[in-house]
Nanobody
Framework: QVQLVESGGGLVQPGGSLRLSCAAS????????MGWYRQAPGKQRELVAT???????NYVDSVKGRVTISRDNAKNTVYLQMNSLRPEDTAVYYC?????????????WGQGTQVTVSS
């Protein structure tokens, strides 16, 4: 069974930091691209950051310079370090695993972890 389990969310003040973790099991982790998405109330889910199996990263413009995605293949874990957090970062953050090397693509989602940025 494939499982993506997020952790590290919580309540933080504006300007604060959080590190989210996503532990994966049931997949060949090292060949998957990993990503973090978020969904705020009343809004559609949006990409935050991705990291390929080769380590290339991409970020949504709104978080560039404040957020870093990384992965530890030995631990089957992807991280999202978030600094200088803003209230508009408040959302449920979801971990994503994506393998496009063969059809059909394999795509998996975690259950999400709540991040609330508020004073």
């Amino acid at each position: 069974q494939v499982q993506l389990v997020e952790s590290g969310g919580g309540l933080v003040q504006p300007g604060g930091s959080l590190r989210l973790s996503c532990a994966a099991s049931g997949i060949i982790f090292k060949i998957f691209s990993m990503g973090w998405y978020r969904q705020a109330p009343g809004k559609q889910r949006e990409l935050v950051a991705t990291i390929t199996s080769g380590g290339s990263t991409n970020y949504v413009d709104s978080v560039k310079g404040r957020v870093t995605i990384s992965r530890d293949n030995a631990k089957n874990t992807v991280y999202l370090q978030m600094n200088s957090l803003r209230p508009e970062d408040t959302a449920v953050y979801y971990c994503n695993a994506d393998y496009t090397g063969i059809f059909p693509n394999r795509v998996y989602w975690g259950q999400g972890t709540q991040v609330t940025v508020s004073s």
